[in-house]
Structures are given as C-alpha cells and as structure tokens.
C-alpha cells in the first residue's frame, strides 16, 4: 500500500511532547509510538495517572487510588473516591470577548459566539433548571439542532451536576420516547423550527407531544434558532460556579442505533470522558489552543459529545447545521475556508463523493489553514485516501474507528506516524486492542475480531436501568467473560496500520473464505456509475451455499453489459467467490442516523421479518427507503 503522507516536523505535535514527558517521569527510553502505546496498555495505572498530570486534571477531590481493575474488567473503577467537574475545564481557555463558537446553517448564515455571549447564554438557561428545582443528578432531555443553544444547554447541564441526553429533531416522536422514557428527565430542552435540505420544519406539534408523553417532566425550554434571546454583544462575564462530582458520576447517556428493543441507554461518567478527550483530541489530533475545530454531527450522535470536547483544549469550535450536500456537496467546504477550520470532520460518505464529483473547493489553496481531515462513520476507501491527499497534499487524514460505547475511538491517528492509504494509522493510547481468531488467538495481517483485552475509563459505567449489568455483558462480553468483544472485523499490519473490513455481523463468508463488506464497497467506488451500494449474504434454504445480493444506486439505468462489468471487476478486485448472484438497483441506501449501512435490516427483510420489527424508524437517516426492499423481496420470491 501507498505511504501518501508523513509528518516533517511531529516533533512539535502534542503526542511527542507527552512522550517526552513519560520519559522523564517515568525514568523511560521510549523512542516511537510504538514504544509508547506498548507501554500505555502494559503500566495502565502509570499511563493515566501521567495524563492527568500532563493536562493538569484539576481533583478537587484527590484520589486514593488510580485503577482497582476488577473481573470482569466492567467493573474496574478509575480513579477511586475522586471529584472533579468536567465544564470547570472546559472553561479553563474561556476568554472575556474571544470567540468561543463560529456556527453556520444550511441557508448560509454565519453567526461568532464570544464567550461572553455562551456564558450569558448558559447561565440564563442554569437558572431557568434551578427555577425548575433541577439538582445534581437530574436528567436533562434535549431535543436540539447542533447549534449554540445546544452547547449552551449542556455546560448549564453539567455545572448543576445534572445529567444531559440529547436527540436530534429528525428523530421521530415514538424514537424519543423509547430513549428519553427510559431516564425520566426532570426538563425537555427544544428547538422549535428548523430547516434541512432547504425545507422548513415545525417542532411545535412534536414538542407538545413529548411533554404529554413524558409524565416526569417539570419544565419545557422552547428556543428559536435565530438568537433572538442571545446577547451577541455581551461585555461583562459570568462565573457559572459549576459543581465538583464524582469520577465515575453519569456526564451524559448516549443510546445505541440497534434496530430492534429498547435501545440501549449508555451511560457514560464524567472523569472517563474527561481524560478520553483530552487524550483523544489534543494528542492523537494534534489539536492545539486557538485552533478551529469541525466535525459535521447531529446532536445526537456521539461525534456532537466528541467535537463538544475540543473546548477542553482551547480551540474555537465550528458548528454546521444543515445537509451536509445542501445546496450542493461543496457547501461545508465551502464553511471551511470561510471559517479558517483547521481541523475539519466527517463521514466517509462525504469525502468519497466528492471524490466522484471531483469538487472544486476541495484545493489546497482555498483550505490554506486545514491541519487534518478527519473521517468516521464508515471505512474511508483507499482511492478516497489518495484523492484528498493529492488534493491537499500537507493535510494528515485521520480515519477514526470506535463508536458510542466509549464516546471516543479505540483506533486513530498519530502526528508521529505516516499515513498509508486505505489504513487506520494506529491503536489509541491506553487501548488494548487486538484481533482475534475464531479460536481466541491474536493475529496479525488476517481478518480476524475487534477485541479490547483491558480496560478503559471511557467504558461505559453502565446502561441505564441495567442493575445487574445483564445487557452490559450481552452487548460486549458474551464471547469472553473478560474480554470486550466489539462486533468489528480488523486487520492489523504492524508497518501500515489497521484496515477496517465491515462489521462482523454483516461479514460475508461464503463456501469458508470470509470477506468483510468494505471491501466490496471500496471497489465499487472505483466504478464511475455507481453512486452506492449495500450487499448480503442470503442464505439458501436447505443448502450449504448462498446468494450474495448487491443493490446498487446508479448515475444511469443498469443493462445485462453493465451488470457484468460489475461483476467482472469485483472477481478481479475482491474474489471470485464474492462474485454477487444478483446485481438489483435502488434509488437509495438505507442508513442509520450517525451514517452506516444497513446492512443486517435488509437482510432481516429478505429473511422474513416484518419491517416493524426490523429497524425503528428515529434510528434512520431515510426510513422510508426499506419499503424498496420489501418489495424487491416480494417480487423475487426469496
């Protein structure tokens, strides 16, 4: 595989001067990143006692001991008897008439938040849950667009103590319920309007709705989203005096995209999700103080909670509320330069169109300042690598791997490595990760399981409701009592990095050779008529075989020449084996809200379930976009 970048000068990134710093704490002679992750996951205790002190973790409450690691290792506690408060060090660069937040939306609005104005904002909105008698761990419930209002939400949230979870307004009313019905929140924060795609919507119905549906709730904040109730020239500033709490106390509950049951309330605590972050952000994304931050989210996927991180280390944080491709796919590009974004995030699905549509603001000289591109969601295909880094020839691409149960990722970047095209550069610091084969043994450049061998303090502390940890253990240790299992399919190279192959539910093994799903997409991209696509494996009834059934959108209509075309480059990229029985257009792909696949719904579908009981629709980016598959289903008589 192709080297297509490395650092000139990494000996000024953040993760070299902590390396330097482990070395003369520690008496160690660590020379690479290698060296320095080894020792990470060997000296756990070490390690993140040496991040609290490099960053400076401010313990109003000091610790009696760092790491009581337990069997299984879910139970382990972090930094035992401990207080400290999470939005005491987001303000810490907090700066009176500095620039806290840029925001843009869709319709091209661009609005500078002081800190001044946000700290206004926060206290105005503290005051109103004090009103509503909200107390230390309190759940607070926001139904909000990724604007201001929503950070401002959340840092009033946190300084009370209380405990903050968030939606999305694309979510549906029956979607909310089953999430926030589960925390019985004290308050519903919400925006009443919003646009996406160009087309205006109305939260007014849904909000009254929620408040009849949600009997705990006190208080209901409604906000406009144009802010009329800012004060955007705000001089004077305000202590929010925020309260200390536990290390293991619930910061905010995250829920899991599952397509079936109640999702899954994860709960994260607040002294994990502080070190994660500062680690995460500040030394694996080289993220300095005065830098612009980007990474397009919605409030409710992870990512917002992950980007809401960046103010612990100073830097300027860039919202954008919209479709991503609205007006066109050039339109947070576009922001980016606007905005002087020095790091700039999104999902693999982004870069690899414009990619296709070779998209002009994607240059080096209008992205002068952009420092890295980060990309999640997704695996981001090799000809995408190499397109954006011809593009942007001094940027570092940061393909991320990890998900909701850590808020974080357990597979990242490094300032002090290359990049290799098509890989992840490395595993995290402090993150014990291997891949597994089928009989529990660890490899190395074969596909084999994402599993986690220790622990971290990012880990959830628990689901919601789950006293007895069942679903906890169900979720992520059902294979290994003692060892997280976390349903993807890696590859590690110790030279190049980590290839990620799909997840391991949707992997296709057909007649024994397994091939993850990525690399199946990756090819197609490479064929200039295909938009998308998705493929399943179909098993045959009362037969050792399969079919492999690949549905694809197209940029024009399918024939017998072209179906075989296709078929004829994955046997040559891919495998023989892999060659799909049927090649089926659609007009689209069916995602989930924080943009992955869908790949076990449909194949659920052809399987037999009904569509209720196959994907909750507050859980999809396109819902509607199943009933294609269904009738596919019918009309093939599978």
């Known amino acids: ?27 160690l002679a660590l020379n690479d990143y290698a060296a320095l992750h080894q020792w990470s996951i060997d000296k756990l205790e070490d390690f993140w006692m040496t991040i609290t002190l490099f960053f400076d973790i401010d313990f109003v409450t000091k610790p009696v001991k760092i790491c009581n690691i337990q069997i299984p290792f879910y139970k382990t506690q972090w930094f035992v008897n401990s207080t400290l408060s999470y939005s ?3 303000l810490r660069h907090a700066k009176p008439n500095s620039i806290a937040i840029i925001y843009r939306n869709e319709l091209g609005g661009e609005v500078k938040i002081s800190w001044n104005s946000l700290l206004h904002r926060a206290s105005d909105i503290k005051n109103k849950l004090i009103q509503a008698k909200v107390k230390k761990g309190d759940v607070i419930a926001g139904y909000l667009l990724n604007h201001p209002d929503t950070i401002a939400s959340f840092i009033a949230t946190n300084a009370l103590g209380a405990i903050w979870s968030c939606c ?3 979510f549906g009313i029956d979607s909310i319920v089953d999430r926030f019905g589960q925390l019985k929140p004290k308050v519903l924060l919400a925006h009443n309007k919003y646009t996406y795609g160009g087309k205006p919507f109305d939260q007014s119905k849904k909000i009254a709705a929620l408040e009849k549906r949600l009997p705990s709730l006190r208080k209901t904040l409604v906000f406009s989203n144009n802010f009329e109730d800012w004060d955007l020239e705000s001089k004077s500033w305000i202590d929010l005096q925020p309260v200390s709490v536990p290390f293991e106390h619930p910061i905010w509950v995250l829920f899991s995209s599952g397509t079936t049951g109640a999702p899954k309330a994860i709960t994260h605590g607040t002294g994990g999700i502080l070190l994660e972050q500062y680690k995460a952000l500040a030394l694996h994304q080289n993220l300095f103080v005065g830098e612009r931050f980007f990474w397009n989210t919605t409030s409710g996927w992870m990512m917002w909670n992950y980007a809401l991180g960046s103010l612990l280390c100073g830097a300027v944080l860039c919202l954008y509320d919209g479709a991503a491709n609205f007006p066109d796919l050039g339109a947070q590009w576009r922001f980016a330069k606007a905005a002087k974004i020095n790091h700039f995030g999104n999902g693999a699905p982004l870069y690899i169109q414009s990619m296709k549509e070779n998209i002009k603001e994607v240059n080096e000289s209008d992205l002068l300042d952009l420092k890295t591109l980060g990309s999640t969601g997704s695996p981001l295909s090799t000809d995408a690598f190499i397109w954006l880094q011809k593009q942007l020839p001094k940027v570092q691409i940061i393909s991320l791997s990890g998900g909701t149960d850590i808020c974080s990722a357990f597979i990242g970047g490094s300032p002090m490595l290359p990049v290799y095209a098509g890989y992840l550069q490395c595993k995290m610091l402090g993150a014990a990760i291997e891949s597994w084969d089928v009989n529990g043994n660890s490899i190395e450049n074969l596909t084999g399981e994402l599993v986690m061998t220790k622990p971290m303090p990012s880990m959830p502390i628990c689901f919601w409701g789950d006293n007895n940890f069942e679903k906890y253990h169900d979720s992520y240790f059902s294979n290994n009592s003692n060892v997280w299992t976390h349903g993807d ?7 190049r990095g980590i290839l990620m192959q799909g997840r391991s539910d949707a992997t296709l093994n057909r007649n024994g050779i397994r091939i993850g799903t990525s690399e199946i997409y990756m090819a197609l991209d490479r064929l200039d008529n295909i938009k998308d696509a998705l493929i399943i494996e179909f098993p045959i009834e009362g037969g050792a075989s399969s079919q492999l059934l690949l549905f694809v959108v197209a940029s024009s209509p399918l024939n017998d020449k072209s179906k075989t075309e296709i078929k004829q480059h994955l046997r040559k990229q891919c495998s023989p084996r892999h060659t799909p029985d049927y090649i089926i257009p659609v007009k689209e792909i069916p995602y989930t ?23 909750a629709s507050g859980t999809m980016r396109n819902p509607k976009s199943l009933n294609a598959f269904v009738e596919i289903k019918n009309q093939m008589n599978f």
């Open 489 to 495: 399919w890696i590859s590690i190279d110790s030279k």
């Open 168 to 170: 999305s307004p694309d």
């Open 1 to 27: 595989m192709t080297k297509i970048w490395e650092s000139k000068d990494f000996k000024s990134s953040n993760l070299y001067h902590f390396l330097s710093y482990v070395n003369q704490k520690h008496g």
């Open 593 to 615: 809200i924080s943009g992955k696949k869908m790949e076990i719904p449909v194949k659920k579908i052809f399987l037999g379930l009904p569509l209720e009981k196959i994907a």
């Open 88 to 90: 005491s060090h987001l």
